[in-house]
């Protein structure tokens, strides 16, 4: 608080008073901000923010959001899409001529009102990764005009007037998007900066990590954008920011941004670069390098992956194992598979005649965590959730043991196995749903858990209520998971909830 003036002609304070009055009211602001902060807090406890998805319910598509309540009844022919489930626009495709592929579009907000009318056929910018996901580029569609193509954000702000020939996702790449101008390509940002000109006959990425691109001129002539000459066959596209595999006069060679890297040995092909270390083949056979160290890995085998730390994964003659730079065998070449999960770096090892389906769980260090069959590896978390013994464990990287309620903090009912059937109880293990199902799977975010009965899949609540009766046979599905009385479609990638039997 600021302080006036003090003029000569003012009566004099009570100090003590004042500082009496002042703790008073110290006392009854901290008082109200610590209220507020109780409300807010049980709020944030309390309440979650709407999320949507798209429904199908007798052949007809709407939309539910994350409590299972219907928004937009299921009258549509096409499917609806949402381009962003945290908000309310949804995407509806109308007037579909299939003869003449013709077809328009519009675009709703919850309450079933049409909004950003002054736009014509209205897209989401799909996306898909190496495995095939979908997913739509954030906070960006597509509009035409006039036979042209710009973009605009989900409020309805212009980022690129309609100039375009083409635009659309770079594939596996989130944020990049191609665009087509006089047969030319370029890439653009989702914020609409333009990233490449549009001066190129073909544009891929170098990699997911790297932000960089890989252009092709009229010449057929390659390089990396802003990085290389663009003067080779071929660049391969491995992830590496610092070196790159390109091919010169019929032969692959490793360069930096300088120049060649002078190697004293030949490869016929380069299959990775990862930490200044190149898996290259000769003969059909692989091999691999450390540019900084300068080692060779002597032995040559059928197949190798380099994962951290100067480790491989190995094949040869048919089983897997794990060896190092200096061709020390880490793991015994005696697996059927070993798989190594990259983002949380574990690596799951199944041995041969594996009948009880114990894999073996190494952290990046090698140490084993545990036995069994991975479901989630979560590197942030520092943990693993493994298919063990019939019932799903928790374990950190080190390999100790933890209880779901440490894990899963946000939930409040936990899966639980006991005399072979499935139920759920509370943070203090209390039950609150009998041990009655087959199989069950972990509450989801949005409060809901999946339940199996004779064949059969249903969904409880966090109460233990029934919200589905278990009716659906769901043995096709990839993935089970329930909001409210809707499951999650077969189509994973289509991202849709139905009640269809």
Do not use: H
């Amino acid at each position: 608080m600021s302080k006036g003036k003090r003029y000569n002609t003012e009566p004099k304070l009570n100090i003590k008073k004042v500082i009496a009055v002042i703790l008073v009211i110290a006392v009854i602001i901290m008082f109200v901000i610590a209220i507020k902060e109780l409300i807010n807090s049980d709020k944030s406890n309390n309440i979650t923010s709407t999320t949507y998805y798209t429904l199908y319910s007798n052949n007809k598509w709407g939309v539910i959001n994350n409590s299972g309540n219907i928004v937009i009844e299921p009258s549509y022919d096409e499917m609806i899409i949402i381009p962003d489930n945290k908000k309310e626009l949804f995407i509806c495709t109308e007037n579909v001529d299939y003869n003449n592929n013709t077809y328009s579009t519009k675009v709703i907000n919850s309450e079933n009102k049409e909004i950003l009318t002054q736009y014509n056929k209205i897209q989401a910018i799909e996306n898909y990764d190496e495995y095939n996901n979908l997913w739509y580029e954030e906070n960006v569609l597509k509009f035409e005009e006039n036979g042209k193509y710009g973009l605009i954000n989900l409020d309805g702000k212009v980022l690129v007037k309609a100039e375009y020939e083409d635009i659309y996702a770079l594939k596996g790449i989130t944020g990049s998007l191609i665009t087509i101008k006089n047969k030319k390509q370029g890439v653009i940002n989702t914020k609409g900066i333009q990233i490449v000109p549009n001066s190129y006959s073909d544009i891929k990425s170098l990699g997911k990590d790297t932000n960089l691109y890989i252009v092709k001129d009229e010449q057929n002539n390659t390089g990396i954008y802003e990085k290389t000459e663009i003067k080779y066959q071929e660049v391969k596209p491995l992830n590496s920011t610092e070196i790159y595999c390109v091919k010169e006069n019929n032969k692959y060679k490793i360069i930096n941004q300088e120049g060649e890297i002078n190697l004293d040995f030949e490869f016929d092909d380069i299959k990775q670069i990862k930490d200044n270390i190149i898996v290259y083949t000769n003969n059909k056979e692989y091999r691999a390098y450390d540019i900084n160290e300068k080692k060779i890995l002597q032995d040559k085998y059928n197949e190798l992956i380099y994962t951290c730390n100067q480790n491989f994964i190995a094949k040869k003659n048919n089983s897997y194992g794990i060896v190092n730079i200096d061709n020390n065998i880490k793991q015994k070449i005696e697996y059927a598979s070993i798989e190594y999960y990259e983002d949380a770096q574990v690596y799951e090892l199944e041995p041969k005649n594996n009948e009880n389906m114990e894999n073996i769980i190494l952290n990046n260090q090698l140490e084993e965590i545990t036995k069994g069959i991975i479901s989630e590896a979560y590197v942030q978390e520092s943990y693993v959730r493994v298919w063990t013994e019939e019932e799903y464990k928790y374990y950190s990287l080190s390999g100790e043991e933890k209880n779901s309620a440490d894990i899963l903090v946000q939930n409040k009912i936990f899966l639980k196995k006991q005399n072979g059937k499935y139920g759920f109880v509370d943070k203090e293990g209390n039950v609150i749903v009998d041990f009655i199902y087959d199989d069950a799977k972990e509450q989801n975010e949005y409060g809901f858990a999946a339940v199996k009965k004779d064949g059969k899949w249903g969904a409880v609540n966090t109460k233990g209520e029934i919200v589905c009766e278990v009716n659906y046979n769901l043995d096709e599905n990839l993935l089970i998971d329930f909001i409210g009385k809707y499951y999650l479609g077969k189509d994973k990638n289509l991202l849709y909830y139905t009640d269809k039997v």
